[in-house]
């Protein structure tokens, strides 16, 4: 397991993105659920990375559950009302669960999609290239001849 220090860290760090996010909504109570969705891109991006640089030896499993409990409660904190195009209020009320579990399910896929890509593209270092590093071959002693 991480530090307490890193796990810290990690905590602070995702509530401040939250306390940004809530600042620059302000009093928007009701998201279209497409905005809602770009919004939730970010906030995956976002703790990917925080988690990639502050968890230390944690593993994959273990991040994307960390991840998926940060990003249910960013959705919980950010999200009064998610509005659903061509459906009227009062079914909405009765949907709003299932928008969150929908949204949630989209979110656990952009976790390793966007894992995926920053690996890829070098945000991150592959599993292979720290395994490589951390296992160099040693160098052959040459013995002269005489």
Do not use: C, H
Request: net charge positive; aromatic share 8%; hydrophobic share 45%.
């Amino acid at each position: 397991m991480p530090e307490a220090a890193s796990i810290d860290s990690i905590k602070i760090q995702m509530d401040g993105f939250i306390t940004q996010v809530k600042i620059s909504l302000g009093e928007v109570k009701s998201v279209a659920i497409s905005q809602a969705w770009k919004i939730l891109q970010l906030a995956v991006a976002e703790t990917v990375q925080v988690l990639e640089q502050n968890s230390g030896d944690l593993t994959g499993p273990d991040k994307k559950t960390i991840a998926m409990d940060y990003l249910s409660k960013f959705y919980d904190n950010v999200f009064v009302v998610i509005d659903v195009p061509m459906v009227p209020s009062f079914m909405q009320i009765i949907i709003r669960k299932y928008i969150k579990i929908f949204l949630m399910a989209l979110v656990s896929s952009s976790i390793d999609a966007m894992v995926t890509t920053f690996r890829q593209v070098g945000v991150f270092p592959s599993k292979t290239t720290v395994v490589s590093q951390s296992i160099k071959p040693k160098a052959k002693k040459t013995r002269k001849k005489k």
